[in-house]
Nanobody, 128 residues
Framework: QVQLVESGGGLVQAGGSLRLSCAASGRTFGNYAMGWFRQAPGKERESVAAISNSDGRTYYADSVKGRFTISRDNAKNTMYLQMNSLKPEDTAVYYC?????????????????????WGQGTQVTVSS
């Protein structure tokens, strides 16, 4: 089992940048595929990005492609989401999520049901 703790959220002006971090407990972080989801007020949770545990392959939602970068440091048990050129529509609670073992592919990464573990979330607010 893994516990996930997000940090790095906050208030930023449109066009600005933030870097979110997700710290994971346990000694087998490298065996987990990781992802970020977000949920804005009154909207359903949506996928943002994911990174596999095997070959480091990354996946992005069209709405963030070219602006956000997902990465991981297995030695630090930490995943990151670098967010640039932020827009007011990026305002949401951002959740870190993890899946043990295989199962995150181009056809599954965007499904919340593909993941086993979730963090508590960190608020990101982008002002116009």
């Amino acid at each position: 089992q893994v516990q996930l703790v997000e940090s790095g959220g906050g208030l930023v002006q449109a066009g600005g940048s933030l870097r979110l971090s997700c710290a994971a407990s346990g000694r087998t972080f490298g065996n987990y595929a990781m992802g970020w989801f977000r949920q804005a007020p009154g909207k359903e949770r949506e996928s943002v990005a994911a990174i596999s545990n095997s070959d480091g392959r990354t996946y992005y939602a069209d709405s963030v492609k070219g602006r956000f970068t997902i990465s991981r440091d297995n030695a630090k048990n930490t995943m990151y989401l670098q967010m640039n050129s932020l827009k007011p529509e990026d305002t949401a609670v951002y959740y870190c999520t993890a899946r043990y073992g295989p199962g995150i592919y181009s056809s599954t990464w965007y499904k919340s049901s593909a993941y086993n573990y979730w963090g508590q979330g960190t608020q990101v607010t982008v002002s116009s």
